[in-house]
């Protein structure tokens, strides 16, 4: 299972940025997907979930509210598009998979991508 992420960059408060994570490999509707984040000298984050037919959603509570999870499972790709970004929000933004889903976002996924930096400036 590979996975790409894609989307960072730099964006001032308040704006907006959409990452895009391209899935390969695998059949992707039977993965669950998820995003994290991980800030210089902070621990890693979850963000975001989505089921692997989009069902169920599930957000960390820092972003609740402003990020939203979608996935397209046509195109083998998840989407985590960001509003009202605060300079908080910048990390390196992973994208991972597994074919278990966790209403909890406790769970450590099996697969990962590289990771795309988000910088928001204030």
């Known amino acids: 299972v590979q996975l790409q992420a894609s989307g960072g960059g730099l964006v001032q408060a308040g704006g907006s940025l959409r990452l895009f994570c391209a899935v390969s490999?695998?059949?992707?509707?039977?993965?669950?997907m998820y995003w994290f984040r991980q800030a210089p000298g902070k621990e890693r984050e979850v963000v975001a979930g989505?089921?692997?037919?989009?069902?169920?959603?599930k957000y960390g509570d820092s972003v609740k509210g402003r990020f939203t999870i979608s996935r397209d499972n046509a195109a083998n790709t998840v989407y985590l598009q960001m509003n009202s970004l605060k300079p908080e929000d910048t990390a390196v933004y992973y994208c991972?998979?597994?074919?278990?889903?966790?209403?909890?976002?406790?769970?450590?996924?099996?697969?990962w991508g590289q990771g795309t930096q988000v910088t928001v400036s204030s």
């Open positions: 989505i089921s692997r037919y989009g069902i169920s959603t």
């Open positions: 991972a998979a597994d074919r278990r889903w966790d209403d909890s976002l406790l769970i450590t996924p099996e697969y």
């Open positions: 490999g695998c059949t992707f509707s039977s993965y669950s």
